[in-house]
């Protein structure tokens, strides 16, 4: 299996500009995550979604964020309009209820700077 | 809302050297707990996964613990080598499946 795939791996982008970014889990896997990581505030969990349902969105910092999940492999982190201050790198993971004590897979991640 | 600390927050060893990372959480209600390393500009790595019911989880040079009802996880490294260098994370998944995270641990071993 190629893991947990994102892209794009790195988007330089200027503020007001709408950000999409894009997460295909591993394959069987029924959850899927989305982190986000600074240096201030470290590993944050924004959204997670069980068979393509958002659970819990408590974590996305404002109306700013939305996350979608269309199929069970293919999820989007959109941001509109992007600030500098969402500048971040963010992480997508899944896993399965029945796999390996609920271990979570992490993909590489995608820097993204917001000038 | 529980609260995962790491301490301490960065750590230089020589090669060689036996270390411990130490994690603390505020509420003991966790279905597991992980430790992941990251390398710069790179994604987490899982290294070790203990359930709640688990003391202890080894891999290799390292070994992992969990005391649940202190609210304390300790990971040990054994023999520590350059390329142990990186950042460490703690992670507590409680019962919603809604992980939270330590800041991390960086780790610098000299040669």
């Known amino acids: 299996d190629a893991g947990v795939i994102q892209s794009p791996r790195h988007e330089v982008t200027e503020m007001g500009q709408e950000v999409t970014l894009r997460c295909k889990p591993i394959?069987?896997?029924?959850?899927l995550f989305w982190y986000r990581q600074t240096m201030m505030r470290g590993l944050e969990l924004l959204i997670y979604?069980?068979?393509?349902?958002?659970?819990?969105d408590s974590g996305m910092p404002e109306d700013r964020f939305s996350a979608k999940m269309p199929n069970a492999s293919f999820s989007t982190l959109k941001i509109q309009p992007s600030e500098p201050r969402d500048s971040a790198v963010y992480f997508c993971?899944?896993?399965?209820?029945?796999?390996?004590?609920?271990?979570?897979?992490f993909g590489p991640g995608t820097r993204l700077t917001v000038l | 809302k529980q609260e995962v600390t790491q301490i301490p927050a960065a750590l230089s060893v020589p090669e060689g050297e036996n270390l411990v990372l130490n994690c603390s959480f505020t509420?003991?209600?966790?279905?597991?707990l992980q430790w992941f390393r990251q390398d710069p500009g790179k994604g987490l790595t899982s290294l070790l996964l203990i359930q709640s019911s688990q003391r202890e989880q080894t891999s290799g040079r390292l070994n992992a613990s969990l005391d649940k009802s202190s609210g304390r996880s300790t990971l040990y490294i054994a023999a520590s080598q350059p390329g142990d260098s990186a950042t460490y994370l703690c992670?507590?998944?409680?019962?919603?499946?809604?992980?939270?995270f330590g800041a991390g641990t960086r780790l610098t071993v000299k040669p």
């Open positions: 394959s069987g896997h029924d959850y």
């Open positions: 993971a899944s896993n399965s209820q029945g796999l390996r004590y609920n271990e979570q897979f």
């Open positions: 509420d003991s209600a966790i279905y597991n």
């Open positions: 992670a507590v998944r409680p019962v919603n499946n809604d992980m939270r």
């Open positions: 979604f069980n068979n393509n349902v958002p659970i819990d």
